[in-house]
């Protein structure tokens, strides 16, 4: 699956930056919102590939409540989350 820089990418990368503060999504949930419910590991790809710290992409979980991979660890997205108050 290779998600290049399309408007699905584009509509994604809006809909995490717009995720507030101590707030989560999953990236199901994100795949709704772009319209299009069932690339929830395109999402996923998108995330993975993200270095743009203006997108938050550490707010965005597995739909079982597991945090998911995140590019920087997952120790670093678990403390961020922590310190944003969106799990305890």
Same mark, same amino acid.
């Given at each position: 699956? *290779?998600?290049?820089?399309?408007?699905?990418?584009?509509?994604?990368?809006?809909?995490?930056r717009?995720?507030? *503060?101590?707030? *989560?999504m999953?990236?199901?949930?994100?795949?709704?919102?772009?319209? =299009?419910?069932?690339?929830a590991?395109a999402? %996923?790809?998108?995330?993975?590939?993200?270095?743009?710290?203006?997108?938050p992409?550490?707010?965005?979980?597995?739909?079982?409540?597991?945090? %998911? %991979?995140?590019?920087?660890?997952?120790? =670093?997205?678990?403390?961020l989350? =922590?310190?944003?108050?969106?799990?305890?």
């Amino acid at each position: 699956m *290779i998600v290049k820089n399309s408007e699905f990418k584009q509509l994604v990368l809006q809909i995490v930056r717009d995720i507030p *503060i101590g707030q *989560i999504m999953t990236y199901g949930q994100v795949a709704s919102l772009a319209g =299009r419910p069932k690339a929830a590991r395109a999402v %996923g790809m998108i995330m993975s590939k993200n270095l743009d710290s203006q997108v938050p992409c550490h707010r965005v979980i597995r739909s079982d409540g597991k945090l %998911g %991979g995140y590019n920087r660890g997952e120790a =670093r997205k678990l403390e961020l989350l =922590r310190q944003e108050g969106a799990i305890k």
